[in-house]
């Protein structure tokens, strides 16, 4: 309660709409190191989803021998969608470097079905994050359909993305 007298500190980052409902985006301790640069997950989240396409979105940050960690994006489209995944994934990161900027060195997206999540629908970037970096992670007792690891690592393989 020091940072906010008054106020407990939650770590939860977000806004408030214009019609005054408060959306969490992410964890303020969600940061990446990306060549000696700290950046938050939640920022670059923040960008993607406001694509008019994207339905929600996640940004975790895997490991890369020349940069440490680099980010990468989790779309999942709203529903109808018809345009081209490529146009989007490539919109999306014009986004990201307009409005993050290119430290971010946001360059991969990929588009899932939908994002793993717990049953009370917070997204399991950690657990993603192991998958992609070919860690060992335990199936969290929370997640809402173990299914969705399962798809998420398929995507990853398609993608180039998970390391073998």
């Known amino acids: 309660m020091t940072t906010y007298p008054g106020y407990y500190q939650t770590y939860d980052a977000g806004h408030i709409d214009e019609d005054g409902y408060v959306w969490i985006m992410s964890r303020t301790d969600d940061i990446i190191n990306v060549a000696g ?3 938050s997950t939640g920022a670059i989240e923040e960008v993607l989803a406001e694509h008019p396409n994207v339905a929600e979105c996640a940004v975790i940050g895997i490991a890369d021998k020349l940069k ?9 489209l709203k529903a109808g969608v018809t345009k081209d995944k490529k146009d989007i994934i490539n919109e999306c990161v014009k986004m990201v470097r307009e409005k993050v900027g290119p430290v971010a060195a946001f360059k991969i997206a ?10 009370s629908g917070k997204v399991l970037r950690g657990t993603v994050r192991k998958i992609a970096d070919n860690e060992p992670y335990k199936m969290p007792a ?7 690891l399962d798809e998420i690592k398929q995507d990853l393989k398609e993608n180039n993305i998970l390391k073998l």
């Open 37 to 39: 640069h700290r950046l």
């Open 68 to 76: 440490g960690q680099i980010p990468i994006g989790l779309l999942a």
């Open 110 to 119: 990929i588009v899932v079905k939908r994002l793993p999540k717990t049953r």
């Open 142 to 148: 929370t997640i809402d359909d173990p299914v969705i």
